[in-house]
Structures are given as C-alpha cells and as structure tokens.
C-alpha cells in the first residue's frame, strides 16, 4: 500500500522529525494535536476548554485536508497532564464528536511539549 504525507498550513506544524498525519489505504493516522496556533505557532492558552477545543480544530483541519471530517474518526487518544480536568474536557470533546463517537482511551501523563495540559491524535477511516 501507497504511504501519502498529508499536511495543511491550517494546522500547526510539526515540532519535531514527523508528520502531521500518514493515509495509509483507507485509514487516516494523525500525529498528537496541541493547542498550537498555526499561524503563530504559540500555544493558546487559557484553561483546559481552551486548549481541548484549539486541539481539535487542528484535528479537524488536519481530516480536512484529506477530504475527512469527524464523522470519519473510529479511535482517539486523549492524553491529559491532570486527569481532575477529564470532565472539562470532555465537554468540549463531546461537541465535537456530536453525531458519531469514536473508541477513545484516556491517560494521564507527566507532560507534554510546550506545557500543553492537553494532545490529541486520531484514527480515521474512509
């Protein structure tokens, strides 16, 4: 199967050696979203809402740019710095995800890069 690099301005760049998502046949693989601006590339700050709804507006433009859209998602990975936040996230997380909810596992880590107190990635399929 063909690997294809799909990449668009609308999200944030990479930050490191990757790419913001691989399309291998019909699944979509996008790299972890933090609340990055793509335009200036600094974080949005401003409690955990804030960042959960930057993270998946840089999701959505990344499944945009391979013609996708939420409803495509099948498995997300939530990663949270404080698992006290869950339910603050999750209530932007919900609005996003409105009609068709993927599988979806949840941790705690130490932390992020650039602070984030929030990253997403996510598995779609055509």
Do not use: W
């Not at 691989?22 to 590339?41: A, H, K, N, V």
């Not at 498995?75 to 404080?82: A, F, G, K, P, S």
Request: net charge negative; with cysteine; charged share 25%.
């Amino acid at each position: 199967m063909e690997k294809k690099i799909v990449a668009t301005a609308k999200a944030p760049s990479a930050i490191g050696p990757y790419s913001q998502a691989i399309r291998i046949g019909d699944f979509l693989y996008t790299s972890g979203q933090i609340s990055l601006d793509p335009e200036t590339m600094e974080m949005i700050t401003g409690g955990i809402e804030v960042e959960t709804e930057r993270v998946l507006q840089n999701l959505k433009a990344i499944l945009e740019a391979d013609g996708l859209s939420q409803k495509n998602v099948i498995r997300t990975t939530v990663y949270l710095t404080d698992l006290s936040e869950f339910t603050k996230m999750n209530q932007v997380y919900e609005k996003f995800f409105e009609e068709t909810k993927p599988a979806r596992a949840c941790v705690q880590v130490a932390a992020l890069p650039k602070g984030a107190k929030v990253e997403i990635d996510a598995i779609a399929h055509v």
